[in-house]
């Protein structure tokens, strides 16, 4: 199954939509068919993603949180429950969020236009996901 982040003109930036429905489509992946062996996450375009877009962030508090209701919206919480690896297939910005992302998968594959960066700091930000 592959499964791609797809706002390649925003670089893949994610905001509280994509956050909802790439946890809904991970939490109702069917794996009672025996050909689904992996998970392959990767993004559209140049980059495989460049963080939160931080013209409509998803709510940090949200997306930290351990309820049950918080956890059922959280990407990283639903790619942890999977009963298959996560293959991040990684090309160009891989950063903040996104960095975080990668790092939730169990198998990283960069090319050599990948990046990554972790600018929490820059921007005043915590860690949501690890």
Not at 18 to 35: A, E, G, M, Q, T
Not at 112 to 122: E, G, I, L, Y
Request: with cysteine; net charge negative; glycine share 8%.
């Amino acid at each position: 199954i592959v499964l791609s982040l797809n706002r390649p003109d925003r670089l893949n930036c994610f905001n509280t939509e994509v956050c909802i429905l790439l946890s809904k489509l991970l939490r109702n992946l069917d794996f009672d068919d025996d050909n689904v062996v992996a998970v392959i996450l990767t993004g559209e375009g140049s980059s495989f993603c460049a963080g939160a877009d931080l013209a409509n962030p998803p709510n940090p508090l949200t997306q930290s949180s351990d309820l049950p209701e918080d956890l059922a919206m959280n990407p990283v919480y639903q790619m942890s429950t999977l009963k298959v690896p996560v293959i991040g297939a990684i090309q160009g910005h891989c950063v903040t969020g996104g960095f975080e992302l990668a790092l939730a998968c169990d198998i990283l594959v960069g090319d050599s236009t990948t990046k990554f960066r972790d600018t929490h700091v820059k921007f005043g930000l915590a860690p949501c996901w690890g």
